[in-house]
C-alpha cells in the first residue's frame, strides 16, 4: 500500500515537470539542477538517519513505552470527569425540581 502510494506520487511529480518543460515554464537545465539538488538532500538526510538510527531507537522506545502508560492515565481519567460530571448534572436537576 505505501509502496503504491509512493509510486503514484512519483508518476504525478514526472508528469508534472514534463508538462512544465513542455510548456517552457522552465528549461531542461533547470529541471535537471532542481531533481540533482532535491537528490542530494534526500540521500543526505538518509544517510543522516542511518547514523542517527541506533540513538533514535534507544531514545524513542522508552518514551513510547511511558507514553503508553500516560495515555492509558489519560483516558481513565476523562472517563472519571465525564461520570463525575454526569453524576453532578442529575443531582443538581434532581434537587431543582
Known sequence: MIGQT??????????ILGMLVM?????????VSGVRRF????????VVLC???????TVILPWL???KAALLW????VL???????????AIS???N
Open 39 to 46: 537528490l542530494i538532500v534526500v540521500i543526505g538526510i538518509l
Open 80 to 90: 472519571v470527569v465525564i461520570a463525575l460530571a454526569l453524576i453532578v448534572r442529575i
Open 74 to 77: 489519560l483516558a481513565v481519567a
Open 6 to 15: 509512493i509510486s503514484a506520487f512519483c508518476v504525478l511529480g514526472i508528469v
Open 65 to 67: 513505552v511511558s507514553l
Open 94 to 96: 434532581k434537587f431543582q
Open 51 to 57: 547514523f542517527l538510527k541506533a540513538i533514535l531507537v
Open 23 to 31: 510548456t517552457q515554464a522552465i528549461t531542461f537545465d533547470q529541471l
